[in-house]
């Protein structure tokens, strides 16, 4: 079979980080041989200082999951090729969610969050997602994590001027309503359905996403024939894309995906 030699990585972005929590990722593949792409989200192609100045913003505020999944539906659908799709977070979600439609030669999912159904009553899940929820607030509002609630959320364990810098080039508003969109049939998977081979990764300290819940939405797959496979990384946090251990979590992913044909 003969493989083109160059192979385009679509990286879909999590909630609440700015899209350029994709560079040294971009630069790491692109030195491989890839060609990379990051889409901001709708309403985000701003610097993450302009995106927090902004807050309240009910352009944020408004975008919800079946919107950006047919956004970055379109993006792959008008590649030449079936890009490898790397999502984070409801980034990792959505690649499920195009791997569903067929939409890419290759997945993977980092610290996703999980398809519709699949639940923790983990007490670090429930406090790190109340706030993004926004219950009791108007959802004509976007919602910006306090500095406190992006160290309980993101950056667990690193050490305090890590985090103010992570804040500080990173955080961004967000949309209550996509949050909650993720526990409907918006994030629905059939997880019996063909699909291209799935890499789903975890942190032992991620408290947006226990470790738990990537391993149950892992086992949901059992019930496919596809190639689905599951690697958890010891001491890795939600800001996993951006912790030092990031090339490691990187040249993993490349070992596999060469394992695919990639």
């Not at 309980?152 to 500080?168: E, L, R, S, V």
């Not at 949901?220 to 490691?248: C, I, M």
């Amino acid at each position: 079979m003969n493989l083109p030699s160059k192979r385009t990585i679509v990286f879909l972005t999590g909630a609440f980080v700015h899209h350029s929590c994709w560079d040294d990722w971009r630069s790491y593949f692109e030195s491989k041989g890839y060609t990379t792409i990051a889409p901001p989200w709708p309403h985000k192609d701003a610097s993450p200082e302009e995106l927090r100045n902004s807050q309240p913003n009910r352009q944020i505020a408004a975008n919800r999951l079946p919107d950006l999944t047919r956004y970055y539906e379109e993006k792959v659908r008008a590649l030449p090729e079936k890009p490898i799709l790397i999502g984070h977070s409801i980034g990792g979600l959505i690649v499920q969610l195009l791997l569903q439609q067929g939409l890419g030669y290759a997945g993977v999912a980092i610290h996703s969050v999980p398809p519709q159904g699949i639940m923790t009553f983990k007490w670090s899940f429930l406090k790190a997602g109340w706030g993004p929820l926004g219950f009791f607030t108007s959802t004509k509002q976007s919602f910006l994590m306090s500095f406190d609630q992006w160290k309980y959320a993101f950056t667990n364990g690193m050490n305090d001027d890590a985090q103010k810098d992570a804040y500080y080039k990173q955080a961004i508003p967000e949309s209550k309503l996509i949050v909650r969109d993720t526990i409907t049939r918006a994030a629905r998977v059939n997880f019996s359905n063909p699909h291209a081979p799935l890499l789903l990764t975890s942190g032992s300290t991620d408290h947006t996403i226990p470790a738990s819940l990537n391993y149950s939405n892992y086992k949901k797959y059992r019930k496919s024939n596809s190639v689905t496979d599951y690697k958890a990384f010891e001491g890795r946090n939600h800001f996993v894309l951006g912790q030092p251990t990031w090339k490691e979590d990187a040249g993993f992913i490349l070992d596999w995906l060469n394992r695919q044909g990639a």
